[in-house]
């Protein structure tokens, strides 16, 4: 597997948010997004069996990058960690679907759509362990107030994310992202991690 990084820290956005975890982040992405905060240029070679070495704590975020893009050292991997009883995330930008019984095996899915990507809510809004996240920001790959206006009302209100985007402390449209969800009646995160210069 491709893997950019693994680090213990804190969830710091999501429905996760303040929880410890083991990160594993993998590199590779089949979308090219402007502000990624994944090096895609140099990374480890593991097999899913050497990343159980590296794993502390009960909880394991699989992020990016994009995860689904090694869907059979991801799938290989999250048996691994099922069998040994940890409780499992992933972060997936939606373009890519894991296999059912692999999302069964997964305590939370986040799903955070690019705008223009080509992503299936229906099918994704059919499990309960999948949560949306929508970042809000001036990107060409973040989301408008125009745009998830249209959209959040086909999802469950109830495990929608509005985040902010941003890379300081500031968080520039982090008002407007609160404002916006108590408007839409959905959930507001924030960046814990980017405010308190961590990672």
Same mark, same amino acid.
């Given at each position: 597997?491709?893997?950019?990084?693994?680090?213990?820290?804190?969830?710091?956005?999501?429905?996760?948010?303040?929880?410890?975890?083991? %990160?594993?982040?993998?590199?590779?992405?089949?979308?090219?997004?402007?502000?990624?905060?994944?090096?895609?240029?140099?990374?480890?070679?593991?097999?899913?069996?050497?990343?159980?070495?590296?794993?502390?704590?009960?909880?394991?975020?699989?992020?990016?990058?994009?995860?689904?893009?090694?869907?059979?050292?991801?799938?290989?991997?999250?048996?691994?960690?099922?069998?040994?009883?940890?409780?499992?995330?992933?972060?997936?930008?939606?373009?890519?679907?894991?296999?059912?019984?692999?999302?069964?095996?997964?305590?939370?899915?986040?799903?955070?759509?690019?705008?223009?990507?080509?992503?299936? %809510?229906?099918?994704? !809004? !059919?499990?309960?362990?999948?949560?949306?996240?929508?970042?809000?920001?001036?990107?060409?790959?973040?989301?408008?107030?125009?745009?998830?206006?249209?959209?959040?009302?086909?999802?469950?209100?109830?495990?929608?994310?509005?985040?902010?985007?941003?890379?300081?402390?500031?968080?520039?449209?982090?008002?407007?992202?609160?404002?916006?969800?108590?408007?839409?009646?959905?959930?507001? !995160?924030?960046?814990?991690?980017?405010?308190?210069?961590?990672?």
């Amino acid at each position: 597997m491709h893997i950019a990084e693994i680090f213990y820290s804190i969830q710091g956005e999501g429905p996760a948010m303040g929880r410890p975890a083991t %990160f594993v982040r993998m590199a590779g992405c089949n979308l090219q997004c402007e502000g990624c905060d994944t090096v895609h240029v140099a990374w480890r070679d593991l097999l899913p069996e050497d990343i159980l070495k590296e794993i502390a704590g009960e909880r394991v975020v699989i992020t990016g990058g994009e995860p689904t893009m090694q869907m059979k050292e991801l799938s290989r991997l999250i048996d691994l960690l099922y069998d040994w009883g940890k409780e499992i995330h992933i972060e997936t930008n939606g373009t890519n679907a894991p296999k059912d019984e692999d999302i069964k095996k997964l305590r939370c899915i986040v799903v955070s759509p690019k705008r223009g990507s080509d992503v299936d %809510f229906a099918f994704w !809004s !059919s499990y309960r362990n999948v949560h949306f996240k929508f970042v809000l920001g001036l990107r060409p790959w973040c989301w408008t107030a125009v745009h998830l206006k249209e959209i959040l009302p086909r999802l469950p209100k109830s495990r929608v994310w509005i985040m902010p985007f941003g890379a300081d402390a500031e968080l520039k449209c982090a008002g407007e992202a609160w404002d916006l969800a108590l408007l839409l009646d959905v959930n507001y !995160s924030d960046r814990l991690h980017i405010r308190l210069g961590r990672r």
